[in-house]
């Protein structure tokens, strides 16, 4: 597209908005009136591809998600659609530097962590494969929350993202759907047949509002639609009409409230009637809209198997189940068997955790009370899920009230998935292990092909082609542009392993991304990094099992030894976190306040600071990440073995030739079968061994007693050189007063941990055998693309495939 094109589209854009000339507009309406202009782009690429699939009627896969973290998206479609060159030409006859847009536009952040971020990498995926798809999920006015760090303390603000945010959505009032709540259900009989009616129930509106989702170089462009929560306008007007002002106004606000904020909770469940409303809102709108588009193309029901996959992204939108079967038999008159045949045919099921605090399940009363209907069904499930256990297992009680759907007077959502999908999968290869081997060993044994694997990836179009440019650009001279397409071209670069200028290149690109973050840095911590050290890198949600205490209690150490001998000839590090809290998790907010004593204490030590600094950055999301990554040197994935289902920030990581350093847990394992034992720096208890240890019986205490050096820092948590004390932490590592003492093992794998930093410093100190594993780590990354993974899924899952 012609620069002068550009120009001409934005100033009508400009004009029509904000009624102003081009250059006139405010940073900020040029910022819009650019992401207009995009925006129209999308629509006319969409209607095309539309119409293609449509007349071919194709299959089409509908990603079912309560968490889509997008981060931005005028950088990611610019660099699909091939134009960010000449729209930055264009902004430039403006004075206008397109970077500077980019700054404006806030991160969509309606997710947590790596469960939406994975989301999100498999819709611009499906969109680059030209396999039409459909994400669902909330329109959150507040996304995850902005984390500040005052006085150690993470604080939480609200994050108003709508506020610029809004420009990528389209409302389609029009196409609003009714989701009812509460009530009673009236069931009779007429013409043979059982009739069932909701009444004295809640209607709440739930709004549509389309976001495009551009594919790189693809001709395709898919959608997620966000549903928005609405008060029914005519709801109010009998209490009204009673005079009741407030309680019409209350009511209003009930409603809308189901879709105001994103729960901050990653790994772990929130109890709330309202998350189990929002969840039923969006699987209710979505499964009403996807039959509804159905039946527009096709005649019945009957082939909805053949032509859409519902894929539910772990047991949040569970609830698809009872609500597909729902539509079936109330709306459409299927009796129960041919319902059923069709929910399993449809239905499919990502599992993506085993750690027991985040498997979902309600009380059976309150969500009888909220989805009385859904209940009935629920419960019926059940009823014959139970006669078929009964024959399978007889007489084994134990086993069948674990795989029941309700039992304890709880709603389990994992075994709802389970009893119904056609397929389930976990997300790496020994988090799918540890599904058939443990926690869903029963299930297994029944259905064995309903097992599979699919291990994560990445939409490393992001991650690598935008986020580090300097990188893709060497890349492009040395291998072609064939990765631009087909990562598994990375390989390619193996040719170049010991070739000392591609070395010094990857060297030197390594060097010019840490010195962008060292501005970064000394913008927003006031902190003076040294772009010669050692970038050590662990970014992700805070969380007890993903060990940041490790990484913590090992600074101490080092802390310890240079005090001891500050001749000590180490190579100079600097450790770098990013990690948002769940607002109301104690432990991880005292490690957090841990992590900022330490980095008080060390930076501000003339003995330490010029061989040890650390960093806390703040606010932790998409757009930091594209930030950090490519100036990291090790990736820290250091979590207890068997917690991790995958990690994808070990991907983003490796493709930017960063040096793992790990336990062999979720998809590192992957990753260490791609580089070998020489590109990777492994230690720690392997899954089997931290099982053999608790089955034997574990006591931290032996480990503390038993090492000077660890006992050493944790009586440092307690002795108050930390400027305060961490009483607390030390009690969760050494007693049981917070749940078993050491949960996650930390002491066990402490010393490991340290042998294995001292390599990596030692392995440093050679550059060239240093940027040897880094090279190798790019170029073995291929295989962690979600194109790869999409097209997993689109052949084993879903029977779908891209339009020609
Ligand atoms: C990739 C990503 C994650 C997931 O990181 P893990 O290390 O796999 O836990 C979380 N948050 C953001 C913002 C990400 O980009």
Redo the contacts with the bound molecule.
């Keep these: 597209m012609q620069k002068e094109k550009i120009l001409s589209l934005l100033s009508e854009k400009c004009m029509q908005s904000f009624g102003c000339d081009l250059d006139e507009a405010t940073k900020q309406q040029t910022y819009r009136a650019v992401c207009l202009v995009v925006r129209d782009l999308l629509v006319q690429t969409r209607n095309d591809f539309c119409s293609r699939y449509e007349k071919q009627q194709a299959k089409q896969v509908y990603y079912m998600s309560m968490e889509f973290?997008v981060?931005t998206s005028l950088h990611n479609n610019l660099y699909n659609l091939g134009l960010e060159d000449s729209f930055r030409a264009a902004l430039a006859d403006l004075n206008v530097d397109l970077d500077d847009l980019y700054e404006i536009e806030p991160d969509a952040g309606l997710g947590n962590?790596?469960l939406g971020?994975l989301a999100s990498c498999y819709m611009d995926a499906m969109s680059s494969l030209h396999i039409p798809a459909t994400g669902f999920s909330l329109r959150y006015e507040f996304g995850i929350f902005k984390q500040k760090i005052i006085d150690g303390w993470q604080m939480e603000f609200p994050d108003n993202w709508l506020d610029m945010g809004d420009v990528w959505l389209i409302p389609r009032k029009e196409d609003a759907v009714e989701v009812k709540f509460g009530g009673q259900v009236h069931e009779w009989m007429q013409d043979g047949k059982l009739k069932i009616e909701q009444y004295d129930y809640t209607p709440v509106l739930a709004v549509p509002y389309d976001m495009f989702i551009s594919g790189y170089d693809s001709g395709a462009v898919n959608k997620l639609v966000l549903w928005s929560a609405k008060s029914p306008s005519n709801m109010d007007m009998n209490a009204f009409s009673r005079g009741d002002y407030v309680k019409a106004i209350e009511q209003n606000a009930m409603a809308e409230a189901i879709s105001k904020v994103l729960y901050p909770a990653d790994d772990h469940v929130e109890g709330k009637i309202l998350r189990l409303k929002q969840q039923y809102l969006f699987v209710s709108a979505s499964l009403q809209s996807i039959v509804k588009n159905h039946l527009k193309h096709f005649d019945s029901l009957d082939s909805l198997p053949q032509k859409a996959a519902i894929h539910i992204n772990d047991t949040h939108p569970a609830l698809c189940v009872p609500e597909l079967l729902r539509i079936l038999l109330d709306d459409y008159g299927y009796d129960w068997d041919r319902a059923w045949d069709i929910c399993q045919n449809t239905l499919a099921y990502t599992n993506h955790t085993v750690m027991s605090e985040a498997l979902e399940r309600w009380p059976e009363y309150l969500f009888r009370e909220q989805l009385p209907r859904i209940y009935q069904l629920v419960a019926e499930i059940n009823r014959r899920l139970v006669n078929q256990l009964n024959t399978v297992y007889p007489g084994d009680l134990a086993k069948i009230e674990y795989m029941a759907v309700i039992a304890n007077n709880e709603v389990r959502m994992a075994n709802l998935c389970l009893a119904c999908c056609h397929k389930v999968n976990g997300v790496s290869k020994l988090h799918s292990d540890i599904l058939k081997d443990s926690i869903f060993h029963d299930y297994y044994h029944i259905a064995p092909d309903k097992f599979t694997n699919v291990t994560n990836g990445?939409a490393y179009r992001r991650w690598l082609c935008q986020s580090n440019p300097k990188l893709t650009e060497k890349l492009r001279e040395w291998i072609g542009d064939g990765f631009l397409h087909d990562a598994n071209a990375l390989e390619k670069l193996m040719k170049y392993y010991d070739k000392a200028n591609v070395l010094q290149d990857l060297q030197k690109i390594k060097r010019y991304n840490k010195e962008v973050l060292c501005n970064y840095i000394a913008r927003s911590n006031g902190i003076n990094v040294d772009p010669n050290s050692i970038f050590d890198v662990q970014?992700?949600?805070l969380h007890e099992y993903?060990r940041q205490l490790l990484n913590v209690l090992h600074i101490m150490h080092l802390y310890c030894v240079i005090k001891e001998n500050p001749n000590l000839d180490i190579p100079p590090r600097t450790f770098i976190f990013a990690a948002k809290a769940s607002a109301g998790y104690f432990m991880a907010k005292q490690v957090i306040r841990l992590i900022d004593a330490v980095s008080k204490l060390v930076n501000s030590d003339p003995a330490v600071r010029e061989k040890v600094k650390v960093v806390f950055l703040e606010d932790?999301?998409?757009s930091?990440?594209e930030i950090i990554i490519p100036a990291a040197d090790i990736s820290e994935?250091i979590s207890i073995a068997g917690k991790?289902a995958?990690?994808?920030?070990?991907m983003?990581l490796m493709i930017n030739g960063a040096v793992t350093l790990g336990t062999l847990d979720g998809a590192n394992v992957e990753i260490h079968e791609q580089v070998g034992d020489d590109n990777i720096f492994l230690f720690g208890l392997t899954a089997p061994e931290v099982e053999e240890l608790w089955k034997k019986g574990y006591n931290p205490v032996e480990y503390y007693n038993g090492n000077l050096e660890l006992r050493r820092v944790i009586d440092m948590l307690t002795s108050g050189v930390l400027g305060s004390r961490f009483d607390e932490i030390a009690k969760s590592l050494l007693t049981n007063s917070y749940g078993a003492a050491d949960a996650y093992m930390t002491l066990a794998d402490f010393d490991s941990y340290v042998r294995k930093q001292e390599e990596v410093g030692r392995t440093y100190l050679d550059k060239r055998k240093f940027f040897n594993m880094s090279l190798v780590n790019i170029a073995k990354a291929g295989l962690f693309s979600a194109d790869r993974a999409v097209t997993e899924y689109a052949d084993d899952i879903w029977q779908v495939k891209g339009i020609k």
Excluded: D, F, H, M
């Design positions: 973290l981060g962590g790596g971020r990445i970014i992700k949600r993903k932790y999301k998409v930091l990440a994935q991790e995958s990690g994808t920030g070990n983003k």
